[in-house]
């Protein structure tokens, strides 16, 4: 039997192909024009960061919150999907930004999705087929103070399996 895929964008799978997961991110458009990094720390967590430069400067001289959001837009999806497999669609549903500090420097934020998180959210999907999950991180400055929280709402669905 086949199982549906979610289909990943193919200028990423280029992307990530060429360069690697990190490295990728430095030629995609909005990362590269606001000079996003982003590092893998380990299986199941990813770091991104950003100088203050310029191009993700706003109006009053600190970084821009389009930027600040940017940097933290895919990465708890892009974690689940690699942990979930085929067979798995997730998809950001909705996603908040509180602007807690204005962020100068370089401001860093961590993403970490925890391998039982995966185990349950493959057991619940066993029973409900799809779910809303909310994930949380924050953006902090170079002396880790808070600058802005995001809430990011992750549509997730168990694919049926087709014969």
């Not at 992307?15 to 590092?39: D, M, T």
């Not at 970084?63 to 998809?91: A, K, N, Q, T």
Request: net charge positive.
């Amino acid at each position: 039997m086949e199982r549906l895929k979610q289909q990943v964008y193919p200028r990423w799978l280029e992307l990530a192909q060429k360069f690697g997961f990190e490295k990728s991110f430095e030629h995609f458009g909005p990362y590269a024009g606001a000079g996003i990094k982003v590092r893998l720390i380990d299986d199941w967590t990813v770091e991104s960061s950003m100088a203050l430069t310029e191009s993700n400067t706003n109006y009053v001289g600190t970084h821009f919150g389009g930027s600040l959001y940017s940097m933290c837009d895919p990465f708890f999806m892009f974690l689940l999907m690699r942990h979930l497999g085929e067979g798995y669609i997730v998809w950001d549903k909705a996603a908040t930004i509180e602007f807690v500090r204005p962020g100068t420097g370089t401001v860093s934020a961590r993403f970490h999705i925890e391998p039982s998180e995966v185990a349950w959210l493959r057991e619940e999907l066993q029973k409900t087929k799809k779910l809303n999950r909310e994930y949380h991180c924050e953006v902090r400055d170079e002396e880790q103070k808070v600058v802005a929280r995001v809430a990011k709402v992750l549509y997730i669905r168990k694919l049926p399996v087709r014969g």
